[in-house]
C-alpha cells in the first residue's frame, strides 16, 4: 500500500512553482511505500522516533498492513514482535497492566514483555484498532486520547537512556487518529493510506518523486486475487474499469474486495449502463452484514440492517442540508433524529449522546471535517456520492 505524510513546505521558489505540487495551505504531502517506510522505522530504530501511527478510513487496508509488517518483523532476530487487536485490550488499564492481562488471557506467552529485562533484543508493539477501544461495546474518545499518552510515556520510560527497547505501531482510522494528532508531529509519523487507484488529474496534489502513483494497484490486486481465486483475472475486469463512475469503490481496499465478492457471486451485471445505487446497495448489504468477517462493528451489535438505514438516511440527509460542502455536525445529525423519532434508535449507539454519533460516524464511511475553538466537531461524507445515494 502507498500512503503519504504531511510536511511544512519548504520555503523555497522552486517548492511554490512546481507543477506537480498542490498544497493544503502550507503542508505538502510526501507520497511513500508505506511497508518499505515501516520496515526501515523497524530496522533502524530512535529513541526520538518510536511511536509510528498508521490511519485510513473503513476498509483502507490498516489491519492488513499491520499484520503483514508483524509477520515480517518477527523474522528479524533482534525484534520481538506482539501484535494487539484492540477490542481485545482493557485500555482503561495502565498500558503494562493492560499488556499483562492481554498476553494472560491469550495465553501463548509465558509473561508480560512489558515486564520482561531487554537484553539485545527490541519489543515492537503493534496495536491495531484505536478506534475500537471497547468496553462492554462503548466506544469512548476520552479512553483513545488516553491510552495514546499511556503509549507515549510507556517507550519514552523504556528508550529513556538513549537505547531503544520498545517501539510502537499504533494502527486506527481516520476520526480517532485526528481526534490524536497533535501528539505527533514529527514529519512522517502519521503515514495516512492511500487508494488503489488516484486519477491522474489528482496526482498533483502530492509530491511523488518516486511516481509511485502511476500504476493503478487494482491490476495488481485482482492478478493476485485471480491467481489465488483460482479465477484466472489478470487485471481490473474490463466491465469494471469502463464505469469510470466506479474508479471510487474499486479504488478502496475493502470495497474494492467486495465489488469482487458480487462479481464472483453474479449478483450484479456489470457494465457500462450499471447502476452505481445497485452497488451501494450490494455494498452497504455487505459492509453491515460484514461479509469479510465473522463478527459486525460492535455498535451495529442490536441494531437490524433495515434501522441501521435509517439512521444512516438521516445522517445522509442532514449532510445534504449543510450546503455546498455536505457537512454535517453531531447536534444536526440528533435533532433529525428526534425530529423523526429515531433518536431511541440512536441512544443505542451512545454512552452520551454526542458520543453516540460520533461512535455511529466512526464506524462507517465518514471523516472528521474540521474542529475549530470553540465549534462544535462536524463531519463529512468520505464517499460524497454515497452519501448522496442514502440522502435520495
Known amino acids: 500500500l502507498r500512503a503519504f505524510y504531511e510536511r511544512r513546505q519548504q520555503d523555497s521558489r522552486e517548492d511554490r512553482s512546481s507543477r506537480m505540487r498542490r498544497f493544503d495551505g502550507d503542508v505538502e504531502r510526501i507520497v511513500v511505500d508505506a511497508t518499505q517506510v515501516l520496515h526501515k522505522w523497524i530496522s533502524n530504530p530512535s529513541a526520538d522516533d518510536a511511536i509510528r501511527v498508521v490511519c485510513g478510513g473503513p476498509g483502507s487496508g490498516k489491519s492488513a498492513l499491520a499484520k503483514v509488517l508483524a509477520a515480517d518483523a518477527s523474522d528479524i532476530a533482534a525484534v520481538q514482535v506482539l501484535y494487539v487487536p484492540m477490542h481485545f485490550l482493557d485500555a482503561s488499564l495502565e498500558l503494562t497492566e493492560a499488556v499483562g492481562k492481554f498476553v494472560q488471557s491469550d495465553g501463548f506467552l509465558p509473561e508480560n514483555p512489558l515486564n520482561a529485562k531487554h537484553e539485545g533484543a527490541r519489543l515492537l508493539l503493534i496495536?491495531?484498532?484505536?478506534?475500537e477501544l471497547a468496553m462492554q461495546g462503548k466506544v469512548s474518545e476520552d479512553l483513545a486520547q488516553k491510552f495514546v499518552r499511556e503509549v507515549i510515556r510507556t517507550t519514552e520510560h523504556a528508550n529513556r537512556q538513549g537505547i531503544v527497547h520498545v517501539q510502537a505501531l499504533i494502527c486506527g482510522r481516520d476520526l480517532v487518529v485526528q481526534a490524536n494528532q497533535s501528539e505527533f508531529r514529527k514529519p512522517g509519523?502519521?503515514?495516512?493510506?492511500?487508494?488503489?487507484?488516484?486519477?491522474?488529474?489528482?496526482?498533483?496534489?502530492?509530491?511523488?518523486?518516486d511516481s509511485l502513483l502511476n500504476v493503478d494497484q487494482r491490476d495488481v490486486w485482482w492478478s493476485q486475487y485471480g491467481s489465488a481465486s483460482g479465477r484466472g483475472y489478470r487485471a481490473l475486469p474490463l466491465e469494471l474499469s469502463k464505469v469510470p463512475r466506479l474508479d471510487e469503490v474499486t479504488g478502496q481496499p475493502?470495497?474494492?474486495?467486495?465489488?469482487?465478492?458480487?462479481?464472483?457471486?453474479?449478483?450484479?451485471?456489470?457494465?457500462?449502463?450499471?447502476?452505481?445505487?445497485?452497488?451501494?446497495?450490494?455494498?452497504?448489504?455487505?459492509?453491515?452484514?460484514r461479509a469479510y468477517d465473522k463478527y459486525k462493528h460492535p455498535s451495529l451489535e442490536s441494531v437490524d440492517i433495515d434501522e441501521f438505514v435509517l439512521v444512516l438516511e438521516e445522517i445522509a440527509a442532514s449532510a445534504w442540508h449543510g450546503g455546498e460542502n455536505r457537512v454535517t455536525t453531531v447536534g444536526a445529525i440528533e435533532k433529525r433524529c428526534?425530529?423523526?423519532?429515531?433518536?431511541?434508535?440512536?441512544?443505542?449507539?451512545?454512552?452520551?449522546?454526542?458520543?453516540?454519533?460520533?461512535?455511529?460516524?466512526?464506524?462507517?464511511?465518514?471523516?472528521?471535517?474540521?474542529?475549530?475553538?470553540?465549534?462544535?466537531r462536524a463531519f463529512e461524507f468520505t464517499h460524497k456520492s454515497f452519501g448522496e445515494y442514502l440522502a435520495a
Do not use: C, W
Request: aromatic share 12%; no cysteine.
Open 127 to 131: 496495536f491495531d484498532g484505536l478506534d
Open 189 to 209: 509519523q502519521i503515514l495516512q493510506l492511500l487508494p488503489y487507484y488516484i486519477d491522474e488529474s489528482d496526482r498533483g496534489a502530492y509530491v511523488d518523486k
Open 254 to 289: 475493502l470495497l474494492n474486495y467486495l465489488v469482487a465478492l458480487s462479481h464472483a457471486r453474479g449478483r450484479i451485471t456489470f457494465g457500462a449502463n450499471t447502476n452505481l445505487n445497485v452497488i451501494y446497495q450490494d455494498l452497504l448489504e455487505a459492509v453491515f452484514e
Open 338 to 376: 428526534m425530529e423523526s423519532g429515531l433518536h431511541q434508535l440512536l441512544a443505542r449507539f451512545q454512552e452520551g449522546a454526542e458520543r453516540g454519533v460520533t461512535r455511529l460516524l466512526t464506524a462507517f464511511y465518514f471523516r472528521q471535517a474540521g474542529n475549530a475553538p470553540g465549534q462544535e
